[in-house]
């Protein structure tokens, strides 16, 4: 018996030998700790591709700041929100006498199939405006209100300028290979147009997004999100919405309305105040309205 429980004794002693060896043992982390004479790399914008492979997306931005004539508009797509340009300019002058004997007033030409193409010629002088870009039915439609509502303005704004009777313009979205249609770029047509007619820049940093009626109310569009997204993706920090967008803007995340100065319009004229206006003085708050 008493052999038997000095065995018993000596047994626990080894085991409890083993357990102070194992918690005392050097532990995983130092065994796997970095040496100290280990490289140092630097990561920069320049070798950053080399870490983390190809940017997933790219930039869609053409300019720094849009010349007269080109004004950034915004899109959504299948693949959430783009910037989308619309970019005007002349063709051709017409003279006095022609401007006169010119067969058409004020035609507009869509390119397209013929049965898509066929031109409108409103009455009130003798400009034209060529459209091209890849434009679907509703976005063709929308060029030739935006034409009609650009000369109201135009009236309202600056009378006397005959821009628009006395010269041939080509409006065209570029990315011609990707098909476009919507008729939210209505406010950005019109703006490319009277920037063309007025010989002046958009204030920088400045997208919109908006249908347009003849009348010049602003109606509301879709995909607020993917387009004030894409918008901060490109540093376009002031942004014009439909008023009837202005909920839908304010219940986004504040890490997406964060930088950006938002401007609600109703009607057209609202959006030439923010768009033409040069005084910083006169802009809104960030995330506030600013009509």
Partial sequence: GKEEEEEAKEEEGEEEGEKTSTTSGPSPNKERAIPRAAQQIEVTSENLIDYVGKPLFTSDRLYEHTPVGVVMGLAFNQLGGATLYIETTV????????????????????????????????????????VT??????????????????????????????FFQANALHMHVPEGATPKD????????????????????VRKDLAMTGEITLTGRVLPIGGVREKAIS?????????????????????LPEIIRDGIEAHFAETYDEVYDVAFSSSSAEAAAPGEDGS
């Fill in 231 to 251: 918008a901060k993706r490109e540093n376009a920090s002031t942004l014009i919405f439909p008023r009837a967008n202005q909920r839908d803007y304010e219940e």
């Fill in 133 to 162: 870009g890849q434009l679907g039915d509703v976005m063709r439609e929308s060029s030739q209100i935006a034409y009609t509502v650009a000369k109201g303005v135009l009236r309202r704004k600056a009378p006397g300028n005959r």
């Fill in 91 to 130: 063709v051709d002058s017409l003279g006095h006498e022609e401007e006169k004997a010119g067969p058409f007033e004020d035609e507009i030409v869509i390119e397209g199939p013929k049965e898509k193409g066929a031109a409108a010629k409103p009455a009130g002088g003798s400009g034209s405006l060529h």
């Fill in 182 to 201: 919507g008729p939210s770029a209505g406010v950005t047509m019109v703006t490319s147009l009277l920037s063309l007619a007025l010989g002046k820049q």
